[in-house]
């Protein structure tokens, strides 16, 4: 049995995903193949797809009348369907029940008013779908050593796990980390088309562009060097990189260019919880 797995053994309970897309789907996928048995859990999603529907040969309950004892609810429902899903997450909800969300802009004063129990508040992105996720959680004060552990081995399923102690900086981790792939697939996006530009085929742009994005970001995950020191391995003095860097690094390039974009997305962010 897996770390993770042991850590959950004894909830005296089930664990109930509220919400079943793709990253309540990624979760749970994580949580089976670390070894937590799918008697454990339960999912509760009004359209499940065929392949979380599949699962309940192996024992996994969907939508059951009675979930019974509930130890850990996740909450992974899109923020706009919170407010109709809540009396019937509430049900389940005991006071001592640890509840853990992934939902964006939902602060933990709102998660415990309409749930109840102990709240663990999370922000995982979309790499969790390959294991190479990285969430941010925040706990409230009630929520015990022992839970916050349990909280820590179902979110790492889908990769690594930061804990913060203000939960008022979970507006710049979702505009860093929560929308941040999306800045990565557009730098791929359009890096091809600047290709095009310069006359290679679509095909070979976005090619070229795809694999330079991906391998760059994997030698990152694997190198123990800093990002601007893998930067400067690439950049020969008087180089063509350098000759593109001048352009990137210079006024309106990404660095204030980046910093606008995170400052919009946390504006938003803090809208989203009003």
Same mark, same amino acid.
């Given at each position: %049995?897996?770390?993770s797995?042991?850590?959950?053994a004894?909830?005296?309970?089930a664990?109930?995903?509220a919400?079943?897309?793709? %990253?309540?789907?990624?979760?749970?996928?994580?949580?089976?193949a670390?070894?937590?048995?799918?008697d454990?859990l339960a999912?509760i999603?009004?359209a =499940?797809?065929?392949?979380?529907?599949?699962l309940?040969?192996?024992g996994?309950r969907?939508?059951?009348a009675?979930?019974?004892g509930?130890?850990?609810?996740?909450?992974a429902?899109? =923020?706009?369907?919170?407010?109709d899903?809540? =009396?019937q997450?509430?049900?389940?909800?005991?006071?001592s029940?640890?509840?853990?969300?992934?939902?964006?802009?939902?602060?933990?004063?709102?998660?415990?008013?309409?749930c109840?129990?102990k709240v663990?508040?999370?922000?995982?992105?979309t790499?969790a779908?390959?294991g190479r996720?990285?969430?941010?959680?925040?706990?409230?004060?009630?929520?015990?050593?022992?839970?916050?552990a349990?909280?820590?081995?179902l979110?790492?399923?889908?990769?690594?796990?930061?804990?913060? !102690?203000?939960?008022?900086?979970?507006?710049a981790?979702?505009?860093?980390?929560?929308?941040?792939?999306?800045?990565?697939?557009?730098?791929? !996006?359009?890096?091809?088309?600047?290709?095009i530009?310069?006359?290679?085929?679509?095909?070979?742009?976005?090619?070229?562009?795809?694999?330079?994005?991906?391998?760059?970001?994997?030698?990152?995950?694997?190198s123990?060097?800093?990002? !601007?020191?893998?930067?400067?391995?690439?950049?020969? =003095?008087g180089g063509?990189?350098a000759?593109?860097?001048?352009?990137?690094?210079?006024?309106?390039?990404?660095?204030?260019l980046?910093?606008?974009?995170?400052?919009?997305?946390?504006?938003r962010?803090?809208?989203?919880?009003?």
């Open positions: %049995m897996t770390t797995a042991n850590a959950l004894n909830l005296g309970g664990i109930a995903l919400g079943a897309g793709k %990253m309540g789907g990624a979760m749970l996928s994580g949580w089976l670390q070894g937590v048995a799918a454990q999912v999603d009004p =499940p797809s065929d392949d979380i529907a599949a309940a040969s192996r996994l969907i939508n059951p009675k979930p019974g509930v130890a850990v609810l996740v909450v429902v899109k =923020p706009q369907m919170f407010p899903a809540a =009396p997450l509430r049900a389940l909800v005991k006071p029940t640890l509840v853990i969300s992934i939902m964006a802009g939902v602060p933990i004063a709102k998660l415990a008013q309409a109840g129990g663990v508040r999370a922000m995982p992105n790499p779908a390959i996720g990285i969430t941010v959680a925040v706990a409230e004060a009630s929520v015990s050593a022992e839970q916050r349990v909280a820590d081995a979110l790492r399923a889908t990769g690594s796990v930061e804990w913060i !102690e203000d939960e008022a900086l979970m507006d981790v979702t505009a860093v980390s929560g929308s941040g792939p999306a800045y990565v697939f557009l730098l791929a !996006e359009e890096l091809a088309r600047a290709g530009a310069a006359g290679l085929s679509p095909e070979l742009a976005t090619r070229l562009a795809r694999e330079t994005v991906a391998g760059s970001g994997e030698l990152l995950h694997r123990e060097l800093t990002s !601007e020191t893998l930067r400067k391995n690439v950049t020969s =003095p063509t990189t000759a593109a860097l001048e352009v990137l690094m210079g006024p309106g390039g990404f660095q204030p980046l910093t606008r974009a995170v400052t919009a997305a946390a504006k962010s803090r809208e989203l919880a009003k």
